[in-house]
């Protein structure tokens, strides 16, 4: 699932950027060498089992997207696994369909179908005590979108190769730019990879998909989302002011509706900070209740929400994503 960057963020680099909420989130330390009970499994093991479930469902649900398949039913099948597998949900099932380039997950009752000539983005998280795996592939229906699908794949393996402890995102979104360009696309410019850390699924460094003039460096023992999105459209996504997915941020305010006290709940205890669906509350509590509770919940900004973010009508947005670990030779990918 991707950052969107904030649009007075100059440079999609740096920390102090606008988005406070994830800085300010309770970070638990990364466990110290010293003696751990023997029971206790490393956070490395725990973002390679992640990544295990990640990429065997990725590819599971990728052979149902078909013609005619229902996005409802792709999301519910991919959460399912995730959990059938062992794994928890880092974040909602994305199924993005043509200019809409990320968030979008099927709500209750949707009736969207993949149909003919569709380019259809499949993202998806899966955590392990909150260590994450975040990865998504791209189908296309349409045969002269083919190359568009190459090309978000290859920046994305090419921006792989350059990855070792000291690398700089600036060369990195070098890469993925002038690898998407050269296919006659654009870069999204204003999505971003992200680092993961426990519970954390947008850390403070990101990854641009374009050539910045400052990066920031990437350091051994540090975990990374890294994805590719090329556009035939403007290179640039806008919220289509649809918001499907939401997180919990890390304040108190005094709510008066009960369905907004039940949310808040339910959600503190499933997904932390962590994003969920629309679709997932809509399971657990009642209609008129849950319009109220998000309601009050956004409003009052306890719940943020992504809105769905999408490039010009008519255009067609690819995506490539794998999830990797620094190690102190380079780079060991989790979601391949
Ligand atoms: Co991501």
Known sequence: MTRPTPSSEETPTSEGSGEKQTDTQPKSPVSEPKEAEPEEIDPEEKYRQAGKIASQVRDEIASKIKIGARAFDLCEA????????????????????????????????????????????????????????????????????????????????????????????????????????????????????????????????????????????????????????????????????QYLIFSLQPVRKPLRNRGARDIVRLVAREFKSLPFSRRYLSKHIPKLSLALGLRELTTKSVLRQYSVLADTKGSHVSQAEHTFLITSDGIEITTS
Do not use: C, M, W
């Open 78 to 241: 991919a959460e399912a696994r995730i959990l059938e597998l062992g794994g928890r949900l880092a974040f909602p099932t994305n199924i993005s369909i043509n200019e809409v380039a990320a968030h979008y997950s099927s709500p209750e009752n949707d009736a969207t179908i993949i149909e003919e000539g569709d380019i259809v983005k499949l993202d998806l998280g899966v955590h392990i005590d909150g260590y994450i795996a975040d990865t998504a592939l791209t189908i296309s229906f349409n045969p002269e979108l083919e190359k568009l699908v190459k090309a978000s794949r290859e920046a994305l393996d090419k921006a792989l190769e350059l990855i070792k402890p000291k690398a700089n995102s600036k060369d990195l979104g070098k890469i993925i730019e002038d690898t998407i360009r050269g296919y006659g696309y654009r870069p999204i410019r204003d999505l971003s990879g992200h680092q993961l850390d426990e519970f954390v699924l947008h850390g403070p460094k990101t990854l641009p998909n374009i050539a910045v003039p400052h990066g920031v460096s990437l350091e051994e023992g540090e975990a990374y989302a890294l994805e590719t999105f090329a556009s035939t459209g403007s290179g640039s996504v806008h919220d289509t002011g």
